[in-house]
């Protein structure tokens, strides 16, 4: 187990330097787009032009889509230590709104620190706080990237999907079997995507 790492010492040790950027999703597509995916109820993307035929089964596809990706990082999450960084523990915008509306959940992340929060990656320390951060998050709570650490994975959290960025080759097989289980499809990222 490591403590006070941050997010460019944990690609350093997946091999990767990074610099310093705003978004690491853009940065990670612009550089190393083989290793970008989108774990999503659709096998491609929906065409502009098919957006009122999408608008019609959203709710559908996406009601059931968050268990079946807490489902995915439960099982990304019994074999990998998992770190996280969010806007949760700093901002404090966010801070006020999921303390009135979940107190409860906010309990799990008190004892960190702020300014640890802004420097560090924190390390998921059970299951509950994984969902509780997945919750916030589809709900557009938090801003969320969720680090498996043995498994050189990266995820970015949405409503609608995960951005995925999968380093290691190795347990492509193995990820792509965790999420066909759960019904839903590892997409490949492609420059049309919309």
């Known amino acids: ?26 940065y990670l597509i612009s550089t190393l787009p083989s290793n970008c995916f989108f774990i ?6 929906v065409d502009k032009d ?9 709710k559908e596809l996406y009601g059931e889509m968050q268990k079946k990706l807490l489902n995915i990082a439960t099982k990304l999450w019994l074999y990998c230590d ?8 700093f901002r ?10 979940f107190p409860e959940v906010y309990d799990n992340f ?29 709900k557009d709570i938090i801003d969320l990237s969720l680090y498996f650490d043995q498994y050189q994975i990266m995820i970015t959290p949405s409503w609608s999907c995960f951005f ?3 380093n290691s080759k190795a347990k492509l097989d193995l990820i792509q ?4 289980v759960e019904g839903l499809y590892l997409r490949k990222f492609s420059s049309n995507h919309s």
């Open 177 to 180: 079997h965790i999420i066909n």
């Open 110 to 138: 008190r004892h960190i620190s702020s300014v640890q929060a802004k420097s560090d990656l924190i390390q998921v320390a059970d299951i509950n706080q994984l969902r509780a951060l997945l919750e916030l998050s589809y």
């Open 1 to 26: 187990m490591r403590f006070n790492m941050n997010t460019k010492q944990i690609f350093i040790s997946w091999g990767i330097t990074t610099p310093e950027v705003d978004y690491l999703p853009e």
């Open 40 to 45: 999503d109820s659709l096998p491609l993307a």
């Open 50 to 58: 098919d957006s009122i035929k999408f608008d019609q089964i959203e």
């Open 164 to 166: 995925t960025f999968i």
């Open 92 to 101: 404090d915008q966010t801070i006020k709104k999921v303390q009135d509306l």
């Open 82 to 89: 998992v770190y996280f960084e969010s806007d949760l523990l």
